[in-house]
């Protein structure tokens, strides 16, 4: 158990340590392939801003004329301030202007668009445009905005900048430019930024997700098989062990019979008496019957397992067949059980092998005797429909839980109660039940609830 737990723990522990890793991986993929996105875009860029014969600022001719005539009408306001706080009231609200004007007027996203599109890539993006410095120039110098030593920031330099222009993540450089006129100079940076990137990402990356996530489940798909297999195995193993503890169980004691009978005999006062001599042999003879019986049983199954066994099958009445089976039973147990028989066979004949359709009731009633805490009480029902003969054995004994349930048709399976040896037996007879059913084209199935009783069925068509 300890070891089995300590397997599990071990298999659990991997295979969590192989998702991490596949995560760490992925997370790298996904990284190195962001920045792939962002070099192939930057260099994209570039190359649409060299291809306006390295005159970007002509995508903002229209913004450059507008804030000529803006620039000159708001340096008259602004020399009449004197007021500090009007002052950059003031200047905030041309910020503002010279913001809106730019982003409005942004040509340059039309073109770089066409440029992307042209060259096959995702035209879709949004831009930011943002102003490191702006001046308006008279007589005098009015700082709107800005300070100068921004303006040469390389981009993704780790100079802190004024929180207004801080780039994001997602965020691509395009171009840092100035433009001025008669009255104004301004610095600006065009930056793009795609809002769809994780789908493009997702896209660029699905073949090692995907093969990723198929590693995973093929390496938890073999753990769960394994275990499985394991699982059995030691079930197997357990049952073999069970199966040897009551085989050896149930050949000691008629061997023990045997013996102690065979040392009676020797005893002189049981010689001298003919009547006690006869009840020892009869003894000897009745245990070595059973004895041979337990061998043989275990010899014909093993036998079964190598070769598949021959029925002789014979068209017989089924009802006469189990009213002879029954009552044998009965006699043969001096009548340890009150046995009710119902049928409604219609006088169907069946196909039957009839030594080992005997065994197969015989078995499912002998249980029924064995597994029984009180006075057992068997009802058999029988009845022919659908091609099909069906035969009910029900009893009041102690039931059977739903796990055993699965596995009591199974090779050496003893339900728990069973391997305690208050109830003798080798895990055979249900093995041997089905596979006579089974062997006969039929089947052999059990509904039962601990405590009040199991209902065996077998179909046999005919
Ligand atoms: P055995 O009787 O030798 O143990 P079987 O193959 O006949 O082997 O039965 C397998 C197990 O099924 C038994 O150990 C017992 O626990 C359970 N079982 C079989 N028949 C009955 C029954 N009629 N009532 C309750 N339990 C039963």
Redesign the pocket.
Known sequence: MQKRNTVLILAVFSILILITSQIIIIRGVWKQNDELLKLRYRTLSQEAVASMRGRPSVAYDTVSRLLDDYSSKKIKELREITDSAKLAEKKKDILTYVTVLLNKEQDFSDILSSYFEENGFEKNFNHIISINNLEFIDVDTFLIYGDRSFVNRRPGSRQKMPSALKETKSSILVNRQWIGGNNYIMNFEYSIDFSDKRRMILQEIAWTLTMSIFSILIVAILFLYTYRNLMEEKRLSNLKTDFIN?MTHELKTPLATITVAGKTLEMEQIRADDSKILETAKLIGKQSVHLNQLINMILEISMWERTQFQLDKKKVDIEEVMNDIVSSFSAGCRDCASLSQKYCFNGVKADIDLVYFTTLIN??LS??V???DKEPAIDIEGNAEDNNICIK?A?N????NRT?QKH??DKF???????IHK???????????KKIAVAHGGDVT?S?KPGK??I?TITIPY
């Open positions: 009551n078995n499912l249980n029924a064995k597994y029984s054995i009893d004994g102690i039931g059977i055993d009591i048709f399976y003893r339900a728990s109660s069973g391997n109830y003798k037996g080798l895990g055979l007879g249900l093995y041997y039940v059990v039962s009783g199991s065996f």
